[in-house]
């Protein structure tokens, strides 16, 4: 009885981590066709406070790894648009106050994975999210989660900021 619950909890999990083909109000257009080209900047390390009437979001992404050759990119969206990726870096964007959708996605050869999260935004407030990918043996898990302001301080101190830009 105990083996039967775990496999339908760990295929429940699986299940969670393979892509919808209904499109989804977080993520922006199929990343497939609409991908972004991300060029690392590692002199930059500065945190922005937000504009007047707007509050600031971090995407973090920290792959513990010396390199980042063949690592996979991690594509975020908001509120249904791709607004940058991450390949152990990190990027901030401005968003209006109220409700927020956010979608992170990622294709790394058989693998894929796609992590959803909403917030509600502040104006004047800064708000830090942080992309892990957990391998194991026979998958990539893909995690999204809000982080505090003091570790993304020590976090976006020690990676290069991602520009993005839409591939031709």
Not at 35 to 53: C, D, F, I, N, Q
Not at 87 to 112: L, R, T
Not at 122 to 150: N, P
């Amino acid at each position: 009885m105990k083996t039967a619950l775990a496999a339908l909890a760990f295929a429940a999990c699986a299940l969670a981590q393979m892509p919808s083909t209904v499109a989804q109000p977080a993520c922006g257009p199929n990343p497939n066709r609409v991908g972004l080209k991300v060029r690392l900047v590692k002199s930059e390390h500065t945190m922005t406070h937000p504009a007047p009437g707007k509050a600031t979001v971090y995407f973090i992404h920290d792959a513990n790894a010396p390199t980042t050759v063949g690592y996979p990119t991690t594509m975020i969206g908001i509120d249904g648009a791709w607004v940058g990726a991450n390949k152990s870096s990190y990027f901030a964007v401005s968003v209006e106050p109220g409700e927020h959708h956010v979608c992170a996605d990622f294709k790394y050869g058989m693998a894929n994975g796609v992590e959803y999260a909403h917030f509600t935004a502040e104006a004047g407030k800064v708000y830090y999210f942080q992309t892990c990918l957990v391998e194991s043996q026979q998958e990539m898990i893909l995690g999204l989660h809000r982080v505090d302001s003091d570790e993304a301080a020590s976090l976006v101190a020690s990676l290069p900021l991602s520009v993005s830009t839409p591939k031709n």
